[in-house]
């Protein structure tokens, strides 16, 4: 390409603050501002010689281009946005580790958001995040307020929800059916043998996911055994944590002291179950048999293990980043839905 030997002429160019300006790269590299511009934001577009004298150039001067101007030219900023319920545990911090693989590798920046499984929240960080523009938006969840909804119809940008399943997604959907997947392990463990099940998560917050999950039971309940009562405990001000698993363990053994199967909504919950059991002097699964929800890294190692669901965490993330990366490039692309499923892993706590 002729411009790529193209030879800068010489100008002021430091700007007042005294950062290194492309005119001055290009000088050094003896090659026009354009050819500088086009090695860093395509580096196909320039010859191997160009783009070895640019990167030569760049690292000597320490420059950082200006991404303003190359968005506002593009009219894309090189972001996306990402609202997780929280990081503190492994399966959204690994669905968000492979999201970010995918979008860096395009050269793509991820902003992250945590809504503490609050949908207000939620809708205030998007709100925030919309401000600056953002390529595309992915989420945890198919349940919003309304005026989430409604913000991210009007911003006309690609939107992927993750770790659910809805038969009237906002845009492009990546997930898995949370109440299915609660309805395999409540049908596992009456195949097992056990007839008096109780269902044990947090049900006071806004999260979808753990209504799905009790759905779930509760049909699979009234389908398998029924006359059963419906057991449920909630977690309550006790939140999602091992100490709140440990509390559902006392009040289950208090309020339905008949239970033979106390099934957690999340393995953060049955881990706190089993160590409270174990306390107690329970055999588990002889005295109790307890499930989780998620395959946690702990879930393998606690004794005895932990039957559980295992979710394509990696798998959300990276699907997710690669279908938000299709919408950026393709924005008349039709909507896509991906049921990952899930797996039912059982080993010898119930």
Not at 159 to 182: C, H, K, R, Y
Not at 286 to 300: K, Y
């Amino acid at each position: 390409m002729t411009d790529d030997v193209e030879i800068a002429r010489a100008r002021p160019t430091r700007r007042a603050t005294g950062t290194v300006t492309i005119d001055e790269v290009a000088a050094l590299a003896g090659v026009s501002p354009s050819t500088v511009s086009r090695a860093i934001r395509d580096p196909e577009q320039v010859s191997l010689a160009a783009y070895d004298a640019v990167m030569r150039a760049v690292d000597k001067t320490n420059y950082v281009p200006n991404r303003v101007a190359s968005n506002l030219a593009s009219n894309r900023s090189g972001t996306v946005a990402a609202v997780m319920p929280a990081m503190s545990y492994s399966v959204f911090a690994d669905t968000v580790h492979a999201l970010e693989a995918e979008l860096s590798a395009a050269g793509v920046q991820l902003f992250l958001g945590t809504s503490g499984y609050d949908e207000k929240r939620e809708e205030q960080i998007l709100r925030a995040f919309l401000g600056r523009r953002p390529d595309g938006i992915v989420m945890v969840g198919a349940s919003h307020t309304e005026g989430t909804r409604e913000m991210l119809r009007r911003a006309r940008i690609p939107v992927v929800e993750t770790w659910d399943w809805s038969d009237d997604p906002i845009d492009s959907l990546v997930g898995f059916s949370n109440q299915a997947a609660l309805t395999a392990i409540v049908e596992h463990v009456v195949e097992a043998g056990y007839r008096h099940p109780t269902f044990a998560g947090w049900l006071a917050g806004a999260d979808s996911r753990a209504r799905a999950r009790r759905n779930g039971f509760e049909d699979a309940l009234r389908r398998l055994l029924p006359g059963e009562p419906v057991r449920v405990l909630d977690a309550g001000e006790h939140g999602i944590s091992v100490e709140a698993g440990a509390w559902l363990l006392g009040q289950v053994r208090e309020q339905h002291p008949e239970t033979d199967v106390l099934v957690c909504a999340s393995d953060v919950f049955a881990t706190g179950a089993l160590l409270e059991a174990q306390r107690r002097g329970l055999g588990v699964p002889g005295d109790l048999a307890i499930t989780g929800f998620g395959d946690f890294e702990i879930s393998r190692y606690l004794h005895p293990a932990l039957t559980t669901v295992r979710t394509p965490d990696d798998q959300i993330g990276r699907r997710a980043g690669e279908l938000i990366l299709e919408r950026i490039a393709d924005p008349d692309a039709t909507p896509v839905s991906l049921d990952l499923g899930f797996t039912l892993v059982v080993r010898e706590s119930a």
